[in-house]
């Protein structure tokens, strides 16, 4: 897999619904969102994910990526939109490992621009 399908994997992270993390993210993640959520693991992530709306579009910019060996790590300013909504604005960071052959999501964090 090339960096372009990570970027794709990772725009339907933000889209997508609980289907697609069951299939790419490892069932231990550990994401970190901004208060009140906070820290989420595995189920919780996913738990998460079927309470709340999705995102109706993001938009990636001052794209980052690093890989080494089985380790890929993500990293963008991301400005997203829901319906009736302002746009949410945070710097990310995502960590993908070789899983079997297929890249998975094993760490998300976002910081919220001020």
Known sequence: MDFDDLWNAEESFWIDGPEFYEK???AD???VFPSPVGILEGQEILDGLRQG?????VDFREK??????DTTVLAYKATAERKDSQPY????????IRNG??????????????
Do not use: D, F, N
């Open 53 to 57: 709306p999705r995102w109706q579009s």
């Open 101 to 114: 052959g297929t890249w998975k999501l094993l760490s998300h964090q976002q910081t919220p621009e001020m």
């Open 24 to 26: 790419r993210m490892m």
């Open 29 to 31: 993640a550990c994401m």
């Open 89 to 96: 604005i945070a710097l990310c960071s995502s960590t993908y």
């Open 64 to 69: 980052s990526q690093v890989r080494s060996g």
